[in-house]
């Protein structure tokens, strides 16, 4: 759909100014988009040329199906068209971290990608080793951020991602709320991995009937025990395994904040907003 809402003229000109860098017509630009269109089986990615017309004055806003079409046309990425409408997909993880949520949950599972081999800049190819400490953020400031997946990794299997609510402080403060968990799905089987102190011991992420859980887990006659941090003050829990829980699998990375920023907000359920703003609640 279009909306009829008008966002300036700014981005209607920049669309102008990349077809006009392909020197295409808007009457080729529709008939090309109407190839496109029976190609996907889809008339949503059709462009009229008086539309397109009316879009590069900024008088609408174009659909997805439409903005992936003029970003295929103009052989442009769907990232740098969006950012002419002031949509940057680099922000997203910035802005999920800001809009943090109450509760654990999964986020979900992702492979390796394209974008895990970035190019490092050539002054930066010598000197640099990974397994010294170094200020991340002058090593890499010209990348505007290190991806997760340069991090060394052995393997090259599957792994699922979590996000620990800013309400659970289940292994605090080992694994802070509103941390960003890596779970290893391969790895299920809690009572076969031995341990020697509270930072060796396998952590598991569980899926239980009413959310997930992040913890320390034990198994005791048809029951799985969900261990918290003694210094969380949070309350052991018990369930029937596997009727009420699933092991999603082992924790094998954390990424955490261990100190809010100078100025930021408070989220709701945050423990900022206690007195002391790294200590977990009293249990009621």
Request: glycine share 8%; aromatic share 8%; proline share 7%.
């Given at each position: ?107 979900g599972e992702q492979t390796r990608d394209p974008v ?145 920023e100078e100025g930021g907000l408070v989220q709701s ?16």
């Amino acid at each position: 759909m279009i909306s009829a809402a008008r966002l300036g003229p700014e981005a209607g000109m920049l669309l102008k100014a990349a077809r006009v860098r392909v020197r295409l017509s808007t009457r080729e630009v529709e008939r090309l988009s109407l190839r496109l269109a029976d190609e996907k089986k889809n008339r949503e990615y059709h462009i009229s040329h008086t539309w397109l017309t009316d879009v590069e004055k900024g008088d609408f806003t174009p659909s997805i199906y439409k903005l992936y079409a003029l970003s295929v046309i103009y052989k442009c990425t769907f990232d740098e068209v969006l950012g002419y409408f002031g949509i940057h997909m680099g922000n997203i993880g910035t802005d999920q971290t800001r809009l943090a949520l109450p509760r654990t949950h999964l986020i979900g599972e992702q492979t390796r990608d394209p974008v895990s081999k970035l190019p490092m800049p050539s002054e930066l190819n010598y000197g640099v080793t990974l397994q010294k400490t170094n200020l991340v953020s002058r090593i890499f400031h010209q990348w505007g951020g290190m991806p997760a997946t340069l991090l060394p990794r052995k393997g090259s299997h599957s792994f699922v991602y979590g996000y620990i609510g800013l309400e659970d402080f289940t292994l605090y403060p080992l694994i802070r709320p509103g941390s960003f968990v890596e779970i290893d799905p391969q790895q299920k089987r809690i009572d076969r991995i031995p341990w020697s102190n509270e930072y060796d011991r396998p952590i598991f992420f569980v899926e239980l009937r009413d959310g997930y859980a992040c913890s320390w887990c034990e198994l005791a006659e048809g029951r799985l025990v969900l261990l918290p941090s003694p210094r969380s003050r949070s309350r052991l829990r018990e369930v029937r395994f596997p009727n009420d829980a699933d092991v999603i699998g082992r924790v094998t990375a954390v990424s955490m904040r261990i100190a809010e920023e100078e100025g930021g907000l408070v989220q709701s359920g945050d423990p900022g907003r206690q007195k002391d703003r790294g200590s977990p609640p009293t249990p009621r």
